[in-house]
């Protein structure tokens, strides 16, 4: 398509001279005698150039050229000067002429003019269609990224997981709905409102904390498993994997994943309780020794009494009743080993100082202790206080850990040998309490430790039920607690037992 | 002064127990409280019977007995077990060591399983001394 010229000027003669020669230059070319002519030329072709004589009788080139600013900001003017009239050129500059060339009109200098004009309509398309091209860009960007956020957002909503996801400050800026079922609190109570440490324990934050560099380093994630306090105060199980997000070497936010293990934790103590019932049922036979070692008992101490009455000799007499009292004694123990173990019962929480129950327990076997010159010794941390945990529990556990680790001594029975056995309390993390029980007496090799927590399996002959160990594993697991055990024959045992504690309830609220 | 009976075990009052029974028999007890104690016993006294409990610290009490049914001197003193474990079971662990490249021993006297009543270890005893 040619190039469309309006050539606006009083004086027909050279008008159309001009316009001959510029439609033998291709141009297509349209005149007009005066400005208001030229204006309704303008309006009805759109020229793409306009070339008007600055001096006209009516409407002046100046006023043309404001008009048709005015109505399409792309049409390219040339203004006509007459000489002298620079003042006039420059003026129709500043209202946005794209040139002016002087009179008497030189085939060369307005083939120049055009050629600048037609460049810069040219660069003026250009610049309509990127501006076009990138107004739909941006559209179609925004578009997407409204897709792939609203697909993100399903994405966290509707994950089993719960995640909570802070900004660089710690705010919470990401709490689905997952993440409301286990702690409680309503996104609407969390977002922007609360901090991490709000809604996980201090404890937590800083072993993620430390493992931060890990993190780095490893690119790996780490879980574990953990309890998390919800709104009412309860301890929820669960898996817990978190990680700070880095954008550019900086932390930009930090997120958590977690992952309710209630209802697990629910099932492997379903599984654990018939465990337990079944072992029960299977060991009739293993038990059987033990009791035939209570009956032989039974035997041995009616034989010393008849033998005592027929001679008329109190030593029989008394050493028989000692030991029918002594196993009658060992029946109980075994009977209600066997209650505590086959039976689910509810943990009690109640105050009670950990350190006072070592203590007390270390002083029941003083007496015993010192008969085989064996050393009782008691190292409690002091950072320990009241807690609400399971009393009775715990004092079965450490009776039974403490008695053993004695016998274990008494068995090892090397002479020279000081014996000793060491019970330790620390207050550990994660509101743990640790108990440690740890003899330097006979050990187990690795046959023995693997059979340790089989029941009625016992290394004391006459003097065991079998069941000590299990009985104590069952409170610990009942206690939600774990139990570990390092041991080496001949150089000795320690067990080392977590339990969880909570605090005295009033005065966490204080 | 009647045969001399060496008591094997752990257990004070199983050797209370036994005492008893073979003092009211008429025979001379020697205590000993484990495997390791009773070969020293035999050396020192040369009992006439051997009253033994095979469960015991070190597994002493087994290796007392294959040690005196393999020896050229000691291996005709009449030994009584007397356990908590089954006789069966006893025999069946003797066979097992035995494969395992011990030297083959003769089963025990007399093997009585707890409990015990005090006359029938009594019986036991005078069938074999007679």
């Known amino acids: 398509m040619p190039t469309k010229l309006l050539l606006i000027d009083d004086e027909q003669t050279s008008t159309s001279l001009l316009a001959l020669s510029l439609k033998s230059d291709g141009y297509e070319v349209l005149t007009a005698e005066n400005g208001r002519q030229g204006l309704e030329i303008f309006d009805r072709e759109l020229p793409d150039i306009v070339i008007t004589d600055i001096r006209m009788p009516g409407m002046d080139g100046i006023e043309v050229l404001k008009e048709i600013k005015k109505r399409a900001h792309t049409a390219e003017v040339i203004i006509v000067t007459g000489h002298g009239d620079i003042d006039n050129a420059i003026d129709s500059l500043k209202y946005g002429a794209s040139d002016f060339i002087n009179k008497p009109v030189r085939a060369e200098t307005l083939s120049v003019a055009l050629e600048r004009a037609k460049n810069k309509l040219d660069l003026q398309a250009k610049l309509d269609t990127y501006t076009k091209n990138l107004e739909q860009e941006v559209e179609t960007v925004t578009h997407e990224l409204r897709m792939q956020s609203n697909f993100l957002e399903k994405l966290i909503k509707t994950s089993e997981e719960g995640i909570v996801a802070t900004d660089r400050v710690f705010t919470v800026i990401i709490y689905n709905p997952a993440a409301e079922h286990i702690l409680g609190y309503t ?19 800083r072993k993620y904390q430390a493992k931060r560099h890990d993190y780095q380093r490893r690119k790996k994630l780490e879980h574990f498993e953990t309890h998390v306090r919800n709104k009412d105060g309860d301890l929820v ?20 994943f977690i992952q309710d293990l209630s209802e697990i934790k629910r099932l492997e103590k379903e599984v654990l309780m018939s465990e337990r019932l079944a072992t029960v049922g299977q060991t009739v036979a293993g038990m059987a020794h033990g009791v035939k070692n209570i009956l032989h008992g039974f035997k041995g101490g009616s034989y010393l ?14 050493s028989g009743w000692q030991m029918i009292q002594k196993n009658i004694n060992h029946t109980s123990e075994l009977v209600m080993d066997l209650l505590t173990y086959s039976k689910d019962r509810d943990v009690a929480y109640v105050p009670c100082d950990p350190n006072d129950i070592a203590a007390e327990v270390c002083e029941t076997f003083t007496g015993t202790a010192t008969e085989h010159n064996i050393r009782v010794t008691a190292k409690l941390d002091p950072a320990i206080k009241t807690v609400a945990m399971d009393k009775t529990s715990i004092h079965t556990i450490l009776m039974n850990l403490v008695s053993n680790a004695i016998d274990a001594c008494i068995f090892d029975d090397i002479p020279g040998k000081s014996y000793e056995v060491k019970v330790k309390t620390t207050l550990a993390e994660n509101h743990v309490i ?7 007496g006979t050990g187990m090799d690795k046959k023995l430790r693997d059979k340790m927590f089989t029941s009625f399996f016992s290394t004391k002959g006459h003097k065991g039920t079998g069941l000590g160990l299990l009985v104590t594993r069952k409170l610990i697991e009942d206690h939600d607690g774990s139990i570990d055990v390092f041991s080496e024959a001949g150089k000795g045992t320690t067990f080392i ?13 204080a | 002064m009647g045969k001399k009976i060496l008591i094997v075990d752990d257990d004070p009052d199983v050797r209370l127990f036994s005492q008893a029974v073979l003092e009211e028999n008429g025979y001379t007890p020697v205590v000993a409280k484990n495997g ?3 070969e020293a016993l035999i ?43 089954a006789e069966k079971s006893f025999l069946r662990s003797q066979k097992v060591l035995t494969e395992f490249g011990g030297d083959p021993v003769p089963d025990p006297e007399a093997y009585l399983e707890k409990p015990v009543d005090g006359e029938e270890l009594a019986n036991t005893i005078k069938k074999i001394l007679g």
């Not at chain 2, 095979?54 to 393999?70: A, D, F, H, Q, W």
């Open chain 1, 237 to 256: 199980p669960v898996r817990f994997t978190g990680v700070f997000l880095y954008e550019e070497g900086r932390i930009m936010g930090s997120v958590a």
């Open chain 2, 36 to 38: 390791e104690e009773g």
């Open chain 1, 187 to 205: 996104a609407d109570a969390v977002l922007y409102r609360k901090k991490a440490k709000d809604l996980f324990s201090l404890d937590l934050m």
């Open chain 1, 434 to 440: 640790q108990f440690e029980v740890a003899d330097n």
């Open chain 2, 43 to 85: 050396r020192q006294e040369a009992p006439d019977m051997i009253l033994l409990d095979v469960l015991m610290p070190r597994e002493s009490g087994i290796r007392l007995y294959r040690n005196m049914k393999t020896h050229k001197k000691y291996k005709n003193i009449p030994i009584i077990i007397l356990s908590g474990i």
């Open chain 1, 305 to 318: 009494m008849e033998v005592g009455f027929k001679n008329n000799d109190t030593e029989k007499l008394k």
């Open chain 1, 497 to 509: 037992i977590d339990l969880p504690y909570e605090d005295i309830k009033n005065e966490a609220r």
